[in-house]
């Protein structure tokens, strides 16, 4: 199967689904079965799977470590995951091993222990990322966090299941110059 029909057939693919597996650390993937659902996760000859989905959420991951390795263990086009639901773990950062995967579109973050607001810098280089979850993070309280998400994040469409209008967009505009202080060019001056 060439990469195009890949790409076309396995969104409807089922998510290789770990949640509620009390995963402490990623290389548990390994050796945990997913759950099964409704309709079975297909498999490539390798025995990988061909989804471009994966979820994690209800866990108990504290970071990521080895993520990129498991991933590859598991999915027969890690390049080509499109989802991914960390939803109520433990992390208290954004590792940047998630901006390696640029087909992303789908990222649930919300009910993690996540602390500073400028962890979603990292997220920008996703070009991809259509729909972020970050609600339930202690971010969430930070004054313009949704102005901030929005302005680091000019793509998404939905931020914490919830769409993003004109309005909004218009509104972190707003906020990005009342509060964003643009970087000064340092000129280099040769001293004689």
Known sequence: MNKRNYMN?????????YS???????QDLLSEEPRTGLRPVRHAK???SMTQSLWLNNNVLTDLRDFNHAVSQLLEHPENLAWIDLSFNDLTSIDPVLTTFFNLSVLYLHGNSIQRLGEVNKL????????????????????????YVLCTLPHITTFDFSGVTKADRTTAEVWKRMNIKPK???????AP
């Open 46 to 48: 390798s025995g990988k």
């Open 20 to 26: 509620f597996r009390s995963i402490h650390v990623t």
């Open 124 to 147: 920008a280089a996703l070009p991809r990322l259509r729909s972020l979850t970050l609600h339930g993070n202690p971010i969430e309280e930070e004054k313009g966090y949704r102005q």
């Open 184 to 190: 000064k060019v340092r000129i280099k001056h040769n």
């Open 9 to 17: 057939t396995s969104v409807q693919e089922p998510p290789l689904d």
